[in-house]
């Protein structure tokens, strides 16, 4: 529930402000790879389920940090 509210958090700021559409995306993907992990414990293993997990949850966490360090150099640019 918790990561839910994050993703759906996250998504909404992404909508409401341009400047977090890529936190938005993140946060998703994230939710991907928790939810593939969450299949993959209660319905057993399945091919490829590393890469399934590894690749969305890699590039969610690369789009979090990329808009908050965007978010941080904005904010450091305007003084």
């Known amino acids: 529930m918790l990561l839910a509210t994050t993703a759906g958090a996250g998504t909404a700021l992404g909508r409401l402000d341009r400047?977090?559409?890529t936190l938005g995306v993140g946060a998703?993907?994230?939710l991907l790879s928790d939810m593939v992990l969450g299949i993959e414990i209660f319905r057993g293993q399945f091919?490829?389920?590393t890469l399934?997990?590894?690749i969305p949850y890699g590039c969610g966490q690369?789009?979090?940090v990329f808009s908050a360090?965007?978010?941080a150099a904005s904010k450091i640019e305007d003084g």
């Open 47 to 49: 091919p490829q389920d």
């Open 28 to 30: 998703v993907l994230f």
């Open 19 to 21: 400047r977090f559409n």
């Open 69 to 71: 360090s965007r978010y």
């Open 62 to 64: 690369m789009l979090i």
């Open 52 to 54: 399934a997990v590894w």
